[in-house]
């Protein structure tokens, strides 16, 4: 049987030219890039590489990028590296919320029904002892684009960092650190088509912050450890991609995707877009499917080859709604009846059309079998 991803929010398969990238910097450039002789040097120059690599499609410089061990991390050292009151919102990506639920008194800001903040809202939670605005430019589970330029305008007023959890955003939409004006902003290889296990903070050129890890001088002595070269030479291989070609592949997603939304609520009654009233990216689609509970609809498509998530990947399994869809409103009952479809390079107009057919028809069987759909 024939077996289509549609889950590329949770995470992306490595592209060939991704692996071809890193598969020599496992057996020949092993150099320690901090080792002064060749084997070094020539480490040190594919980590060099990486870094403008990854600066360029981030509109930075190679000097303002530190590698991490993620977007998690990337995060936390945003969050716990400004030492001080942070407000961000309630939509966030665990890894931005759970760390500031660690500072005492940090603000949490609502989001309207389509899952957007206000940026007056944020100005509003201002305090004299805030050091940090974190706001993600992209949600996960909705797509939704956040109102950063703004928000960051704000931040600048008051004279408060801001940071924006970009995850989702890379490759996406247009980044441009300078434009969207952030002195902080995190991204991750693996939503990219590059490996696990390897993101970046950028860290605007003056922007005073606190390590998470102490040793070593490593990334102008803000993550301490050897790097991991080969994960750094995925991700820079990755963000050439996201430079040269990103543009048409979001363009071409954009049409599956309107294409998935609305061969669905052609065939399917009391189908609704979560997230659906705001600007969004273009391979994200969260449909609210009345009387269905998520849980089968996603088994059953599992059985039929389709790959999708009943919200974040770090809740599913667990039965907890998830906090997104409760932050814009949604009962429980609502948030349960969510489905999120993600589309990704591999994804085709035929794999489309098959996963609305298996849509239509898992929905209608559940249906039959659920009463309390009238
Ligand atoms: C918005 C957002 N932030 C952060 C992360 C965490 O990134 P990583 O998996 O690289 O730690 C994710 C990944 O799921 C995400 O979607």
């Known amino acids: 049987m024939a077996r289509y991803y549609f889950d590329h929010n949770a995470t992306t398969p490595v592209s060939p030219e991704v692996f071809q990238a890193m598969a020599p910097l496992m057996t020949e450039v092993y150099g320690n890039p901090s080792s002064i002789h060749q084997f070094g040097q020539e480490a040190r120059g594919v980590l060099d590489e990486a870094r403008r690599s990854v600066a360029g499609a981030l509109g930075a410089k190679a000097e303002e990028i530190v590698f991490t061990s993620g977007g998690t991390e990337a995060d936390n050292l945003a969050i716990f590296g400004a030492a001080g009151h942070v407000i961000t919102t309630t939509v966030e990506h665990p890894a931005v919320l759970q760390a500031a639920a660690q500072i005492p008194s940090a603000t949490f800001v609502p989001v309207n029904q389509c899952g957007v903040v206000d940026p007056e809202a944020v100005r509003a939670a201002i305090r004299p002892d805030t050091r940090l605005i974190s706001v993600m430019h992209v949600n ?218 298996a849509v239509v028809e898992v929905v209608a069987r559940l249906r039959k079998l659920a009463p309390a759909y009238v």
């Open 140 to 357: 996960n589970e909705l797509g939704v684009i956040q109102p950063l330029a703004e928000i960051a305008r704000i931040a600048q007023e008051a004279g408060v960092l801001m940071h924006a959890d970009g995850v989702q955003a890379l490759g996406k939409i247009l980044v441009d650190v300078g434009e969207l004006g952030v002195d902080l902003y995190s991204v991750s290889a693996h939503k990219i088509n590059g490996p696990k296990g390897v993101g970046a903070l950028y860290v605007r050129k003056g922007t005073e912050l606190r390590p998470l890890l102490y040793g070593g001088p490593h990334e102008r002595k803000l993550r301490a450890g050897t790097e991991n070269v080969a994960g750094a030479a995925g991700f820079g291989r990755a963000a050439k991609w996201v430079r040269e070609e990103a543009a048409a592949e979001v363009q071409r997603q954009q049409i599956l995707r309107d294409r998935l939304e609305q061969g669905i609520r052609a065939r399917v009654e009391g189908v609704h877009v979560n997230g659906g009233g705001a600007a969004r990216v273009g391979n994200t689609s969260n449909l609210r499917f009345d009387g269905i509970d998520s849980e089968p609809l996603l088994i059953a498509l599992d059985l039929k080859g389709f790959a999708v998530s009943s919200g974040s990947a770090c809740s599913s399994g667990a039965t907890a709604p998830s906090h997104v869809l409760a932050a814009i409103g949604l009962t429980k009952e609502q948030a349960r009846s969510s489905v999120r479809f993600s589309l990704g390079r591999s994804n085709t107009v035929a794999q489309v059309d098959a996963l609305i057919d």
